[in-house]
């Protein structure tokens, strides 16, 4: 029904950027400008954690760490969201993942994990220190 596919991830020194892009891909009874997206990410041992929300109106939502640094935005006209990352850190170091809700399929904003239906299969990121 939507399908996520991300990409831009690698590795970075402390202090340096990457710009993470996630394309969707949406069937029939789906539009993009109406689904609530998020970037999460995982680190090995740990919990999926939300890192920003982007509304179907555009209005965002940070997790605080990452406030100041990460931007997210997205571009209706090519289904396509993104995450601008500056001074990364080597706690940043996870696998990113994509997601989606539809807009009016429960509360938003929202950075909990189980509120989104739709993921994409993730892309690494890993900064040294």
């Known amino acids: 029904k939507v399908q996520l596919v991300e990409s831009g991830g690698g590795s970075v020194q402390a202090g340096g950027s990457l710009r993470l892009s996630c394309v969707a891909s949406v069937a029939s009874g789906y539009t993009y400008n109406y689904l609530h997206m998020a970037w999460f990410r995982q680190a090995p041992g740990k919990e999926r954690e939300g890192v920003a929300t982007?509304?179907?109106?555009?209005?965002?939502v940070y997790a605080d760490s990452v406030k100041g640094r990460f931007t997210i935005s997205r571009d209706n006209a090519k289904n396509t969201l993104y995450l601008q990352m500056n001074g990364l850190k080597p706690e940043d170091t996870a696998m990113y993942y994509c997601?989606?809700?539809?807009?009016?399929?429960?509360?938003?904003?929202?950075?909990?994990?189980?509120?989104?239906?739709?993921w994409g299969q993730g892309t690494q990121v890993t900064v040294s220190s």
């Open positions: 997601a989606a809700k539809r807009r009016y399929s429960g509360r938003w904003p929202t950075l909990a994990a189980g509120a989104y239906g739709f």
């Open positions: 982007i509304g179907a109106s555009s209005s965002t």
